[in-house]
Nanobody
Framework: QAQLVESGGGLVQAGGSLRLSCLAS????????MGWFRQAPGKERDFVAA????????SYLDSVKGRFTISRDTAKNTVNLQMNNLKPEDTALYYC?????????????????WGQGTQVTVSS
């Protein structure tokens, strides 16, 4: 059974850093695009970052460009999100996501597999 398990969330002050990790199991990791979405209370689930299965092409939400970096390690079946210079508006439940195929996906409707989420809270 395919599964995504996130780790690395927590509480940090504004300007600080966190590194989220997602371990994939039960799927052929190299055939899936991977990404991160987030959902704040009372809001919709939004795209944050994605990385393709081929050439590791990355795409980012405009507001996180230059602060967040997504990477994947095929040998370890993991995808990471390094988050620097965090802001209070980054506070949300962060979800790891996977989809089969070549393209970078930005829509939650196109996601085939979700993790359970990890909480990121940034205090001002």
């Amino acid at each position: 059974q395919a599964q995504l398990v996130e780790s690395g969330g927590g509480l940090v002050q504004a300007g600080g850093s966190l590194r989220l990790s997602c371990l994939a199991s039960g799927l052929t990791f190299s055939t899936y695009g991977m990404g991160w979405f987030r959902q704040a209370p009372g809001k919709e689930r939004d795209f944050v970052a994605a990385i393709s299965r081929i050439r590791s092409t990355a795409s980012y939400l405009d507001s996180v460009k230059g602060r967040f970096t997504i990477s994947r390690d095929t040998a370890k079946n993991t995808v990471n999100l390094q988050m620097n210079n965090l802001k209070p508006e980054d506070t949300a439940l962060y979800y790891c996501a996977a989809w089969y195929g070549f393209d970078v996906v930005r829509s939650p409707n196109a996601i085939e597999l979700w993790g359970q989420g990890t909480q990121v809270t940034v205090s001002s």
